[in-house]
């Protein structure tokens, strides 16, 4: 067991939440490790700002945030009689800070692009096992509940499920910076009705209403803030664009780029996933990587990296169109035989893109809200007498964005 120091007493002032504590010297040692500290660097919201310009928070804030509703969560449920050991306590608290390790710059970006076959959730599990290898084994609890092996199921589903403080945080602090007031939820009224029964996390039914609220301002952020058509249409060409930009390189083309993002261009990774020197170089990477490059390859020979870079830093992005059907190939076509003729490209697929945008505001499938009743009966909360609004949540999203450079 590593030995640590006096322990240093740490609170951080929170916007959303107020004073965040810190609990214990290994957690913050953790938050002082430069693979946390990262985070710092990365958006949680993407190009969201181009939209909504308070929008500039990072997933180091998400983080903590999640931290500190863990934490809530926790003591709701011990207060309730639910047996949690002061390891499992500590272990839950870690899994949680560190769900976000792996995101990659700008969102999920990356993961579509220039680094293929290897998804944020693994790369962060990989990352937690470099720390636990560097804390001598102190995050093997943590690790084990986030890969959902540890025995108390409850603890996997406060860290990912369809009620879990990862999504409490975001909705309430996405809500704030935005300022979409629709996304705004009451995570203590809905954590102080958590409890536990048969080893799952369940909802006390008289906060059923508030769980629908909170499904009802899922929707509403997916709809206008996630999913908005600048927003969504400025991380289509970030993609286009990265895309772009390793194609080049796949031919041998200068680019300018750090050391870290020169890295994913120049040298294809192993197909099943990063080796070990591409996760290092990995954790060196953050939005200023791809902000500076796509900055500089505004000015790049290639019109069609020119375009999408200026697209992006100077915010003149396509014309989207959002239609409940897909238009036809052929539309499709034509439309791509304009982008070519108006700006002498020969290929246009990098400027014409239709995308299918699916979302579920609740998957019944899928980690189902259960509801607790008086009596100790436990239903799905699609099935309760009680429930205003889930049979109409559970209905898909279905739309579709045609994105058009004029």
Same mark, same amino acid.
Request: proline share 3%; net charge neutral; aromatic share 10%.
């Given at each position: 067991?590593? #030995?640590?120091?006096?322990? @240093?007493?740490?609170?951080?002032?929170?916007?959303?939440?107020?004073?965040?504590?810190?609990?214990?010297?290994?957690?913050? /040692?953790?938050?002082?490790? %430069?693979?946390?500290? %990262?985070? =710092? *660097?990365?958006?949680?919201?993407?190009?969201?700002?181009?939209?909504?310009?308070?929008?500039?928070?990072?997933?180091?804030?998400?983080?903590?945030?999640?931290?500190?509703?863990?934490?809530?969560?926790?003591?709701?449920?011990? %207060? +309730?009689?639910?047996?949690? $050991?002061?390891? !499992?306590?500590?272990?839950?608290?870690?899994?949680?800070?560190?769900?976000?390790?792996?995101?990659?710059?700008?969102?999920?970006?990356?993961?579509?692009?220039?680094?293929?076959?290897?998804?944020? /959730?693994?790369?962060?599990?990989?990352?937690?096992? +470099?720390?636990?290898?560097?804390?001598?084994?102190?995050?093997?609890?943590?690790?084990?509940?986030?890969?959902?092996?540890?025995? +108390?199921?409850?603890?996997?589903?406060?860290?990912?499920?369809?009620?879990?403080?990862? *999504?409490?945080?975001?909705?309430?602090?996405?809500?704030?910076?935005?300022?979409?007031?629709?996304?705004?939820?009451?995570?203590? =009224?809905?954590?102080?009705?958590?409890?536990?029964?048969?080893?799952?996390?369940?909802?006390?039914?008289?906060?059923?209403?508030?769980?629908?609220?909170?499904?009802?301002?899922?929707?509403?952020?997916?709809?206008?803030?996630?999913?908005?058509?600048?927003?969504?249409?400025?991380?289509?060409?970030?993609?286009? $664009?990265?895309?772009?930009? #390793?194609?080049?390189?796949?031919?041998?083309?200068?680019?300018?780029?750090?050391?870290?993002?020169?890295?994913?261009?120049? #040298?294809?990774?192993?197909?099943?996933?990063?080796?070990? !020197?591409?996760?290092?170089?990995?954790? %060196?990477?953050?939005?200023?990587?791809?902000?500076?490059?796509? @900055?500089?390859?505004?000015?790049?020979?290639?019109?069609?990296?020119? #375009?999408?870079?200026?697209?992006?830093?100077? *915010?003149?992005?396509?014309? $989207?169109?959002?239609?409940?059907?897909?238009?036809?190939?052929?539309?499709?076509?034509?439309?791509?035989?304009?982008?070519?003729?108006?700006?002498?490209?020969?290929?246009?697929?990098?400027?014409?893109?239709?995308? +299918?945008?699916?979302?579920?505001?609740?998957?019944?499938?899928?980690?189902?809200?259960?509801?607790?009743?008086?009596?100790?009966?436990?239903?799905?909360?699609?099935?309760?007498?009680?429930?205003?609004?889930?049979?109409?949540?559970?209905?898909?999203?279905?739309?579709?964005?045609?994105? $058009?450079?004029?």
């Amino acid at each position: 067991m590593k #030995k640590y120091a006096r322990p @240093k007493l740490k609170v951080m002032n929170d916007p959303v939440h107020g004073f965040i504590n810190i609990p214990n010297q290994l957690i913050y /040692e953790i938050i002082q490790h %430069r693979y946390f500290q %990262r985070l =710092r *660097r990365i958006s949680q919201t993407g190009l969201t700002e181009l939209v909504y310009p308070g929008a500039k928070h990072s997933r180091f804030h998400h983080a903590l945030g999640c931290m500190y509703l863990m934490q809530k969560a926790l003591n709701v449920l011990k %207060r +309730k009689g639910i047996e949690i $050991t002061p390891e !499992e306590e500590n272990g839950a608290l870690v899994a949680i800070l560190l769900h976000d390790l792996g995101h990659g710059p700008y969102s999920h970006s990356l993961e579509n692009t220039i680094i293929e076959g290897a998804h944020h /959730e693994e790369i962060s599990l990989r990352l937690m096992e +470099k720390l636990n290898e560097e804390f001598e084994g102190e995050l093997t609890l943590a690790i084990s509940i986030f890969k959902g092996e540890y025995p +108390k199921a409850f603890l996997t589903q406060l860290v990912s499920s369809q009620l879990d403080v990862d *999504r409490l945080d975001y909705l309430k602090r996405d809500s704030f910076y935005t300022g979409v007031v629709e996304g705004n939820i009451n995570p203590d =009224r809905i954590i102080s009705m958590m409890n536990v029964a048969e080893n799952q996390l369940v909802i006390e039914a008289k906060g059923i209403h508030s769980v629908e609220k909170f499904l009802m301002a899922r929707l509403f952020m997916y709809s206008q803030v996630y999913f908005h058509k600048k927003s969504f249409a400025a991380e289509t060409y970030l993609i286009q $664009t990265l895309k772009r930009a #390793k194609e080049l390189a796949s031919v041998g083309e200068t680019l300018f780029a750090s050391p870290a993002l020169h890295y994913f261009l120049y #040298k294809p990774d192993q197909e099943q996933g990063l080796s070990e !020197e591409g996760l290092e170089i990995f954790s %060196r990477l953050d939005d200023s990587d791809v902000l500076s490059a796509i @900055k500089e390859w505004q000015y790049h020979a290639d019109t069609i990296l020119r #375009k999408l870079a200026c697209s992006i830093v100077e *915010r003149k992005l396509p014309k $989207t169109t959002i239609t409940e059907k897909p238009i036809s190939l052929n539309q499709l076509e034509a439309e791509k035989e304009k982008i070519m003729k108006k700006w002498g490209v020969s290929n246009a697929d990098y400027f014409v893109q239709q995308e +299918k945008v699916t979302f579920f505001a609740y998957d019944a499938q899928h980690y189902p809200i259960t509801i607790l009743y008086k009596n100790g009966r436990v239903k799905e909360i699609s099935t309760s007498e009680k429930s205003l609004l889930t049979q109409y949540l559970q209905q898909p999203y279905i739309k579709w964005h045609i994105h $058009t450079l004029t």
